[in-house]
C-alpha cells in the first residue's frame, strides 16, 4: 500500500499543476479550479492501483476532471447565484504584454458551452488528440470536431481582439 501511496504523490507532484491548469481554464475560477483539482484527487486516490494497473492514468484524470466540471455546473445551474465576494475573482499578475490576451481568452472561454469550453481546453491548452478528447468526454471523434469547429467560430465572435490567436490554433 505504501508503494500505491508512493507512486500517487509522485504522479500528483508531476501532474499537478497541469490539472490546475485545466480546471482553471475550464472553471474560469483559481478558487474553484483548486477544489475541482482536490476533488478529482480524492476520486482517483481511492481508486489508484486499479487506474494505474491500467496503464497511463491521464486519460481517467482527465476525465474524472471532466465529469467532476459538469457535475458542478449543472449543480449550479440549478441553484440561484450568489453575490460574488469583493475581491474573490482578481486576475493573477501576468507579464504585462499578455495580460490583455490572457483577460480576452479567459472571458471568451467563459461565455462558450461547457462541452465547446471543455473540448478547447483539451485540445489546446492540454495539447491532446480529437481521440483523447473523445475518450475523455465520453462521446464520439465527431462530436468533438463540431465542438472544436462551433467553439471556435464562437471565440471569433466573442473576441474579435483574438482572431489573429484563433487563426494560428485552428
Sequence with gaps: MD??????????????????????????N???????????????????????AGGDPDPYVRRVLYHQHVSWWRRRARQVPE????????????????????LAVQAALARLAPRQRAAIVLRYFADLSEAQIAATLGCRAGTVKSQLRDGLARLKVLAPELAELLEVRS
Design 30 to 52: 483559481h478558487h474553484l479550479a483548486e477544489d475541482l483539482v482536490q476533488q478529482t484527487l480524492l476520486r482517483v486516490a481511492g481508486r489508484w492501483r486499479r487506474v494505474v
Design 3 to 28: 508503494a500505491d501511496r508512493q507512486s500517487f504523490e509522485a504522479y500528483v507532484r508531476a501532474r499537478g499543476p497541469g490539472l490546475s491548469r485545466q480546471a482553471y481554464l475550464l472553471t474560469g
Design 83 to 102: 453575490a460574488p465576494l469583493e475581491g474573490t475573482d482578481r486576475p493573477v499578475p501576468d507579464e504585462a504584454d499578455s495580460i490583455a490576451v490572457t
